[in-house]
């Protein structure tokens, strides 16, 4: 499989996620509109979803640079690190983004920034002591690649998504435990065991949203991988970056749930490997990930 294959295989299969889970989006909120018979609920979820989503979309990038405590740095800083994150831009064609360090023992790395002319790449100090020129700049180029490939903003959506459909569960099971059954079904059956699945479905429905969200997580660290060998030119150089990072043990002292998913590596180790768990995962393994940079060709 060639690196081009390799990007739109996986960018097709991001967009069939996408176009599946508005279509869950849509029969969810049918559903629930229907037992509750208010429109006016399924609009005023939609609302707070989208501010309050929409909102971390405009500030994000500051509150994980706060908690992370980064430090900006300019040329005179690190010319090494600032002119291999220079020449990466000039070869993708895209705008130099701010570069900070955190001071972190963990070789890892992020990019954040709601787009390409507001972008932010964050290395650790231990990415910086741990690994080689080629590695580093292999790095970098998948950093790069999710900012050239609007991932900041397709998480966006994807959160906006999934926020829709917490709050519209929210909303109904809250309302069907005051309420009851709705005055629609209160004198058939039919309504009864409608009622009932509905309050499945509000029960798995977060759920399964947050499943979906973390499937195109996983699609889009490929498609970085794949996107940033074809900046280098040099698949082996991120490979051996993600064997190295991931081997590493070294804990991450300001890291939490809420930015794991920012990682170029998952940055909370000695997470399980059985089935169950990996539907949870933020990351591809990073093995499967190892094993298509070294089998593409360029």
């Known amino acids: 499989m060639s690196l081009y294959t390799q990007a739109d295989s996986n960018t097709r299969k991001t967009w069939i996620l996408i176009f599946g889970f508005l279509i869950f989006i849509i029969i969810i909120g049918w559903l629930f509109s229907y037992l509750l018979d208010n429109q006016a609920i399924l609009v005023f979820a939609v609302s707070i979803s989208l501010f309050t989503s929409l909102g971390s979309y405009w500030y994000s990038d500051k509150i994980v640079l706060s908690m992370m405590r980064a430090k900006l740095i300019e040329e005179k800083d690190n010319r090494e690190l600032y002119h291999n994150v220079e020449n990466l831009c000039i070869t993708a ?17 992020f990019a954040t920034g709601r ?82 699945l509905g309050l499945v479905a509000a029960i798995l429905a977060p759920i399964a949203a947050t499943l ?41 002292r300001a890291v939490n749930n809420a930015t794991s998913h920012l990682f170029i590596s998952s940055p909370i180790k000695g997470e399980k490997n059985n089935w169950l768990s990996k539907l949870f995962l933020t990351h591809p393994p990073v093995k499967d990930r190892i094993t298509a940079l070294r089998g593409m060709k360029i």
């Open 115 to 196: 787009d390409a002319k507001h972008a932010v790449i964050v290395v650790s100090r231990g990415l910086l002591e741990k690994l080689d020129k080629v590695e580093l700049e292999g790095v970098v180029a998948h950093e790069l690649s999710h900012i050239g490939n609007k991932d900041m903003l397709l998480g966006t959506v994807i959160v906006v998504l999934v926020g829709i459909v917490a709050m519209i569960s929210d909303f109904f099971l809250r309302i069907s435990f005051y309420r009851g059954r709705s005055n629609r079904d209160s004198e058939d059956r039919g309504g009864g065991i409608l009622l009932v």
């Open 212 to 252: 979906v969200q973390l499937a195109i997580s996983r699609k889009r660290e490929f498609l970085a991988d794949a996107s940033g060998a074809l900046l280098t030119r040099y698949p082996e150089g991120l490979a051996r970056a993600l064997e190295k990072i991931s081997a590493d043990s070294t804990p991450m």
């Open 93 to 109: 064609g895209l705008p130099l983004p701010k570069i900070y360090i955190i001071e972190e023992r963990q070789p890892n790395a």
